[in-house]
Every structure is written in C-alpha cells, then in structure tokens.
C-alpha cells in the first residue's frame, strides 16, 4: 500500500520556496480563527481564505484537484475530512476541522486545525479532550522525524500518543486509518503516503531535506468511515465527533522546521523535546 522506493529531499533553496507556501497557510489559518463564529457559514469563510491566500499572491490548491472548486475543506461534528464549505451555519459548540492549503511560486503547503465554534465555555468536555489528544499525537509523529529516521515511525508515534490519551482520558478514541498522511512539494499531494498508525513494515529511511504532510483524523468512537452522495464529505460510521490536525515538515539534519507553522514550530518542537532547525 505504502510502497518501498526510495525518498527524495528538497534542496535549500526548494525548502525556502516551500516555506513560502507554508507560512501563507498558517497565517490563513490563523486568520480564519478569529472568524470562526457561530452564525459564520462555511462557505464565509471559504471566501475569506480565497481572498486572503490570492491576495498576497498564492493560489488555493485545493481548487487544482479535479472536481474540487473550494479554498477549504470545512468538516463539522462527526465529518472526518473533505467536508465542502457551502451554506451550512455554524453553531456555538460546534468542532470544526479546517484544512487548507496554497501554492506559492510552483510550491505547496497543506495544514489543517479543528476547533469548538464559540470557544472552549461553548465545548463539550469530550470534543475538549479529542481536540487536544489529536494535536498532540500530530506533535508526537512529527517529533519521531529524523534524517535516517524510518518513516513509519511517524505513525507508531502518533497511534502510542492517542492510546496514552484515551487511558488518561478513559474514553475511547478512534485513528481513521483509510485516510493517511502524504509527501509534499511541487503538488499539494506526493509519495509517500504516510500512515497515522503502526504498521509491520519500518518503511523507508527519511532523507535530509524531506517534506511531508502529516495529519492524525480521531475520532470519539470508531474507526469505520463513509463518504457521502457528494463523493466528498467522509463521515464516522457511528456518527461520532471527529478531528483532524496537519502540518508540513521538513527534515533536516540539524532537526525539524514546520513550513505551515507561524513560528516554525519552535514552541511545538521544543515542548516535544525535538530540534528547532529552521533553513536561513
């Protein structure tokens, strides 16, 4: 499934481009979060990214995939990804996992969050938990990188994480395993796909220069999934909640830079006991 070839690095140059596309998603990240409301539609705030990624010169990369005409995917409660912005209207209590992404001079970025609309007085204590279980597996995967590191140790990282979680927690938390992880650069998506979970396989040694998208989906209960009569929207199985966490990365040998991270990830990296390492 996940193919054995070996993994091609970017150049200093290519990482300095990509940090490029990377930094105008997180700042449209950062950006919506302050709009996210209840009474905002999805599709509001669809154009709202438009807007702000055209208008400081990148292109919404989403809009590049076949059959695909949106800047975001939108997923609301029990939607998992791929959820398409339109008409629905947010309410207070909400989780609503944002993806975007941008391409900025031929070079790609791709990040996701998931938040409770109307804040944390408005959330359930259970949708609180999945939040902070997800992000944190996704910090956790993205601290087992390394140059000569094998790549399916991102997984194994991420899955030991949500199962820490869920004992701490005592609830049960689902990682969505139909839908991975993927290498990034000049397309949005690239080989290797790149699994949120533990697989026999060690997979293939991390080059100096890697890019990849790593992105954890959680759910409150089970693992199964269906996808909608638009042919996009993909859904719990048991109409549990659901969240999703991304960010691009790229391994070097002096440590990690999180290209869709505002700061690099510094405070991320390093809270994980992980190396900083940004390309000047």
């Excluded at 091609?8 to 998603?25: F, I, K, P, S």
């Excluded at 990240?29 to 709009?35: A, C, Q």
């Excluded at 080059?207 to 009569?229: D, R, S």
Aim: glycine residues 14%; hydrophobic residues 40%.
């Amino acid at each position: 499934m996940f193919g054995r070839r070996k993994l091609q690095g970017r150049t200093h140059e290519q990482l300095l481009l990509m940090r490029e596309a990377g930094l105008l998603v997180g700042r449209t990240l950062e950006m919506l979060e302050g709009r996210i409301v209840p009474g905002v539609t999805t599709g509001e705030l669809d154009r709202l990214a438009e807007d702000f990624i055209r208008s400081h010169g990148g292109i919404p990369n989403f809009q590049l995939v076949p059959g695909y005409s949106h800047t975001l995917c939108t997923s609301v409660n029990d939607e998992v990804v791929h959820g398409i912005p339109g008409n629905r209207v947010l309410e207070a209590g909400d989780v609503l996992s944002v993806d975007c992404g941008a391409e900025v001079n031929g070079w790609n970025g791709d990040a996701a969050i998931s938040v409770v609309v109307g804040g944390r007085e408005a959330a359930r204590p259970e949708d609180l938990g999945l939040i902070a279980a997800t992000e944190a597996s996704l910090y956790a995967g993205i601290a087992a990188m390394s140059v000569g590191g094998r790549l399916y140790a991102i997984g194994e990282a991420v899955e030991a994480s949500i199962e820490a979680a869920a004992e701490r927690d005592a609830r049960t938390y689902g990682i969505v395993d139909e839908y991975v992880g993927h290498g990034i650069g000049t397309e949005m998506h690239m080989d290797p796909q790149i699994p949120n979970y533990a697989v026999a396989e060690s997979g293939p040694k991390l080059p100096a220069g890697f890019t990849g998208a790593i992105e954890p989906m959680v759910t409150l209960g089970g693992t199964a999934t269906k996808v909608l009569a638009d042919d996009w929207t993909v859904v719990t199985a048991d109409g549990t909640r659901a969240c999703h966490w991304e960010h691009s990365v790229a391994v070097l040998p002096e440590g990690l830079w999180i290209l869709t991270a505002i700061d690099g990830g510094q405070a991320a990296l390093e809270a994980s006991g992980a190396a900083y390492a940004p390309v000047a």
